[in-house]
């Protein structure tokens, strides 16, 4: 029976991983003595599950999402069929910061036009 410190410099990793193969059960046959683990001297090395070649699984990626066209207003089918970012904890952070001035702009295709600007002026001009 070995130790995890002499199992750790034969398989050629550190003594912490050893523990955490026992721990786990994956190598058969070990005994925990106290506080430490003793390991057979015949036990292989698990394979701990790692990606050694250095090239890594991608993962499946989501259909590319398509983006939201003029006319739709349905919320649910926006969210679920097109690129939807959302924003609504931005709200939150804004007001806890509480800042002095404060600018909003209005995203496209909202009224952000010239006579819209002219109407403003005029009113406050008048007022």
Same mark, same amino acid.
């Given at each position: &029976?070995k130790?995890?410190?002499? &199992?750790?410099?034969?398989?050629?990793v550190? +003594?912490? $991983?050893? $523990?955490?193969?026992?721990k786990?059960?994956?190598?058969?046959?070990?005994?925990?003595?106290?506080?430490?683990?003793?390991?057979?001297?015949?036990?292989?090395?698990?394979?701990?599950?790692?990606?050694?070649?250095?090239?890594?699984?991608?993962?499946? +990626?989501? @259909?590319?999402?398509?983006?939201?066209?003029?006319?739709?207003?349905?919320?649910?089918?926006?969210?679920? @069929?097109?690129?939807?970012?959302?924003?609504?904890? &931005?709200?939150?952070?804004?007001?806890?910061?509480?800042?002095?001035?404060?600018?909003? $702009?209005?995203?496209?295709?909202f009224?952000?036009?010239?006579?819209?600007?002219?109407?403003?002026?005029v $009113?406050?001009? &008048?007022?």
């Amino acid at each position: &029976m070995k130790s995890c410190k002499e &199992m750790a410099k034969q398989w050629g990793v550190t +003594e912490r $991983t050893v $523990t955490t193969f026992c721990k786990t059960g994956k190598i058969p046959g070990v005994v925990k003595e106290g506080k430490s683990w003793r390991i057979p001297d015949g036990a292989e090395k698990p394979a701990d599950g790692r990606v050694l070649s250095g090239k890594y699984v991608k993962k499946e +990626e989501k @259909e590319a999402r398509k983006p939201l066209p003029i006319g739709i207003s349905d919320y649910v089918r926006a969210q679920s @069929e097109y690129y939807y970012v959302d924003k609504t904890g &931005m709200i939150k952070e804004f007001l806890d910061r509480k800042p002095l001035v404060s600018l909003f $702009t209005r995203p496209r295709r909202f009224g952000k036009t010239l006579k819209t600007a002219r109407r403003i002026l005029v $009113t406050l001009v &008048m007022s």
